[in-house]
């Protein structure tokens, strides 16, 4: 199925999540972030940085150790800065709550896509709150990547149903449904693209009125080997009503193996979205093959350590060995 046909089932594979929610499974208390791979090689995607938060991007094979459930791993591929094909979802919080901030978040989105996406990589931008909207499908077209920008408007009220493009149906009063934003990304976009793969989530962080749970978008994301770096960029005006929803957001970005980054006075949106350019750029890319063959469904806790202990490894903790996706 290629890019076009998968995400042409968005508004329908939606519109049936928001009728038929199904409880996720439940990991193991405890044992961290996870993701579900085909245990006949687990390949795992990491960075590396230092005392100063610095990134490292000069470490060998020999530099490293890893470990499942505690029993070494022999290394059976390793590379840096890795040149597989890189897709990344921009989602842009558009409630009433970001409306003064959606210009800047257009103009730094445009830039940043156009520094980083080169000619075999792609992206997509969707929209959320009240509801969640597919404005530009898989491209790597700055031309359409700024058309698609063009169209975030703020969303307020009650919004009626309709599809794509446009708003996917939804009923009822609702608010900023972050959560469903980031499942539909996982879930509908990502999961069935190779690859390396990472979700932006630009937004406040509160999410009003999702029916999907944090730990369903977090389990979808897992399941789809996907980044999340998180933005938290507020208004200020509405910080003291309550606004704010940075433990949500760093729960996902860590889970995932990503990062929460505050917007500020002296951290602007265009740096960071120039740190996470060069995070992307300066990833590591780890394989093995487990010495426990088992394909049981069970989770197993994954662990990459740097020899030099003045180093920290940024990844995901572990996977379900289900020798399957999802």
């Known amino acids: 199925m290629d890019r076009r046909t998968f995400a042409a089932g968005l508004p329908l594979a939606l519109a049936a999540r928001l009728w038929a929610q199904k409880p996720p499974a439940q990991p193991p208390e405890d044992v961290g972030p996870i993701i579900s791979v085909d245990v006949e090689l ?21 530099d ?47 830039q940043f896509f156009s520094q980083v996406l080169r000619q075999k990589d792609m992206a997509f931008l969707i929209s959320f709150g009240t509801d969640t909207e597919l404005l530009q499908d898989y491209t790597n077209s700055a031309q359409l990547l700024r058309a698609g920008l063009d169209k975030l408007r703020v ?15 939804t009923s009822g009063q609702r608010g900023t449904v972050m959560f469903e934003a980031v499942y539909l990304a996982a879930n509908d976009m990502l999961k069935g693209q190779v690859g390396r793969k990472a979700m932006i989530l630009i937004t406040d962080g509160v999410d009003v009125g999702s029916r999907t749970k944090i730990g369903e978008a977090l389990e979808a ?20 009503f309550g606004y704010g929803g940075g433990g949500d957001l ?3 970005s860590e889970e995932t193996g990503g990062r929460l980054f505050r917007v500020g006075r002296n951290n602007t949106l265009e740096s960071i979205f120039n740190e996470i350019q060069q995070e992307m750029r300066s990833q590591y890319a780890i394989g093995y ?32 060995a289900s020798g399957k996706n999802g």
């Open 250 to 252: 760093k729960r996902m």
């Open 155 to 169: 969303q307020g009220g009650v919004s009626m149903p309709g599809i794509n493009p446009g708003p996917i149906p």
């Open 221 to 240: 994301a897992q399941r789809a080997d996907t980044i999340i770096y998180s933005v938290e960029f507020s208004d200020p005006r509405y910080t003291g």
């Open 42 to 62: 687990v390949n795992l995607l990491f960075s590396v940085r230092d005392k100063r938060n610095g990134l490292v991007g000069n470490l060998t094979q020999d």
């Open 64 to 110: 490293f150790t890893v470990t499942e459930n505690n029993a070494a791993q022999t290394i059976k591929y390793f590379a840096r800065e890795t040149d597989l094909p890189l897709t990344i979802g921009l989602l842009v919080d558009v409630s009433r709550s970001q409306e003064s901030l959606i210009e800047v978040e257009r103009r730094a989105a445009l």
């Open 289 to 320: 093959t487990p010495t426990n063959p088992a394909k049981d469904g069970s989770f197993r806790k994954v662990e990459i350590r740097a020899k030099n202990k003045d180093l920290k490894v940024q990844a995901r903790k572990g996977y379900y």
